[in-house]
């Protein structure tokens, strides 16, 4: 163990070495305006209905104020919905109609019918998309249930149900019940954040389109605690040059959730003075400590 701290103690020195260029770079580039982001400025920025599935929606309707009709939403389709190429999916953008918190019903007694569905796209011949919107909020008894239940009735087969979460995990069995049904688990860092970047490019003649995006981009990226990209690059490449990097790097990775529940008691409750929340799952620290990271960040730096 002497051993193993003795080269994580390396790799962490270079870290911070890093993370305090790209801090540097950070404020001069705050300097020159190049952070202004109008969904911080209006404290919008994790809002899960007021801003993101609101946006998402948006930019995924065809009849939408971006005046890009359709294309959006095939870029969605293609680089998201049928990643699978062994499920095909058959979906009519031309006329699409995309709904937020689309009302189910009330929530019946046994809570595996009714709700609120975060986003649900119809293309008006049978065919549907229903997305689980997850940027911050834990998971509704029955909920992932429920909405596959009125798809089901509803679409029969011609469905596809989305899990949105910032890092792609499955949704437990509080959502789903223990029922086993089918559902795509898709995240923010890996599916929607590329997909975004097409959509900023598709509306590169579209400027003030193009700049809302870019924005929204920015915002995301800041939620999800993502490096700038030659930062990123130089880590990387420090890294895999060498053995006891990656090794120390393997090591954290391995150890990650009892190294944030370390952080959440010793930082945040006695540090920071965080409310103490002790109904989470072992694994949930990974969210509420990302959350919490965001908020606290310069106090840590």
């Not at 789903?176 to 795509?184: A, L, V």
């Not at 929607?192 to 929204?216: D, G």
């Not at 409750?269 to 799952?281: A, D, E, P, R, S």
Request: proline residues 1%.
């Amino acid at each position: 163990m002497e051993y193993t701290m003795e080269k994580l103690s390396g790799l962490l020195n270079m870290v911070s070495e890093v993370i305090q260029k790209e801090r540097i770079q950070k404020e001069e580039r705050q300097k020159r305006g190049e952070y202004f982001n109008i969904f911080s400025v209006l404290r919008l920025e994790t809002k899960e209905v007021r801003l993101h599935s609101a946006f998402l929606a948006e930019l995924l309707n065809p009849e939408g104020s971006h005046g890009l009709g359709k294309q959006f939403l095939e870029l969605f389709l293609n680089m998201v919905v049928r990643k699978s190429k062994e499920e095909p999916f058959y979906f009519e953008t031309e006329n699409a109609k995309v709904y937020v918190e689309y009302y189910i019903g009330v929530i019946s007694e046994d809570k595996k019918s009714g709700g609120r569905i975060d986003l649900l796209i119809e293309d008006g011949k049978g065919n549907a998309i229903i997305i689980e919107n997850k940027i911050n909020a834990g998971d509704q008894e029955y909920q992932l249930l429920r909405y596959n239940n009125f798809a089901k009735d509803k679409y029969k087969s011609n469905y596809k149900l989305l899990y949105l979460t910032k890092d792609g995990g499955e949704a437990s069995e509080y959502s789903t019940g223990k029922e086993n049904f089918k559902y795509q688990c898709i995240s923010y860092r890996n599916n929607i954040l590329p997909w975004l970047e097409c959509c900023e490019q598709a509306a590169v003649r579209h400027p003030l389109i193009r700049e809302t995006i870019h924005q929204y981009i920015i915002n995301l990226k800041e939620i999800l605690n993502i490096m700038e990209k030659n930062t990123q690059d130089s880590l990387f490449d420090r890294i895999v040059e060498n053995k006891e990097y990656i090794l120390s790097a393997l090591f954290l990775k391995d150890n990650l959730v009892e190294i944030q529940c370390k952080m959440w008691e010793n930082v945040f409750i006695k540090k920071l003075n965080v409310n103490k929340i002790t109904h989470l799952y072992k694994g949930d620290y990974l969210d509420l400590f990302r959350e919490y990271y965001i908020k606290i960040r310069k106090k840590l730096f």
